[in-house]
């Protein structure tokens, strides 16, 4: 693989011998870390980009479509090493400003950062702001499933990794000469905040990987059809 590839892939993450991630549904089943919320399948990523972490990220640029490797990663080509200034005392106060009552192992956001509550005490909260293997070896399995080479599915790739909300099923694009045609439902942009920005992100990936000169949006309101 080359920096900047689109490609799908599929691994499964252990620490201490346990899995702890996967992209496999029978897998997490099995071994008892099954999330519903989750869409399970070998995801879409772009080389080189950080979209994983270091080590995975390092070794898709040595691999090749099919490819499968076992890989152990050290924590600072995982989830890095732990830090103890991320460790801080909060007041009890600032959770009950919140109606939250804290305990032990609860996550929490604060200031935009995910912590995990370690102890409380005294009035005094205990968050740990490192990664939960932060400082752990981990050992991967990796596979590369496809490189997304088609001008019309990098399209639609960048859409969902851009615009994870959007029913790419729904979108019709069409890649002309020097030029890329994106229609999509109107109604499915109503919901969304910033769309003019997501826009301009997908329309700039989509000049930078295509050998295009232009990006056209075209948003569809139909009527729609009455009961008799």
């Known amino acids: 693989m ?5 490609v799908k892939v599929s691994y499964s993450g252990y620490v201490d011998g346990k899995l702890f991630d996967t992209t496999d549904e029978e897998l997490a089943k099995k071994e008892g870390i099954y999330n519903p919320g989750m869409k399970y399948g070998p995801v879409t990523v772009i080389v080189g980009e950080g979209m ?4 995975l990220d390092e070794a898709l640029l040595e691999m090749e479509v099919g490819e499968e490797r076992e ?3 050290p924590p600072e080509k995982a989830f890095g090493k732990r830090d103890p200034s991320k460790i801080k005392l909060v007041p009890l106060r600032e959770f009950k400003k919140h109606g939250i009552n ?3 192992g ?10 995990r509550i370690v102890s409380v005490n005294g009035g005094r909260v205990l968050v740990d702001f490192n990664h939960q293997l932060a400082g752990k070896t981990v050992r991967y399995i990796l596979k590369v499933e ?6 019309e599915d990098i399209v639609r790739e960048l859409l969902k990794l851009v615009i994870p909300a959007l029913d790419v099923e729904k979108v019709k694009v069409e890649v002309k000469e020097k030029e890329v045609s994106i229609t999509l439902p109107g109604e499915m942009l109503i919901p969304l905040k910033n769309v003019g920005a997501l826009k301009k992100i997908v ?3 989509i000049l930078k990987r ?11 309101f139909k009527e729609e059809k009455k009961s008799q």
Do not use: Y
């Open 52 to 55: 994983l972490i270091p080590g």
């Open 102 to 104: 804290p305990v032990v």
């Open 2 to 6: 080359e920096k900047g590839d689109i």
């Open 71 to 73: 890989l152990e990663l």
């Open 106 to 115: 609860m996550p929490v956001t604060i200031n935009n950062q995910v912590g």
């Open 203 to 205: 329309a700039d990936e």
């Open 210 to 220: 295509l050998d295009v000169e232009k990006v056209s949006f075209i948003e569809e």
């Open 146 to 151: 496809e490189l997304v080479d088609k001008p």
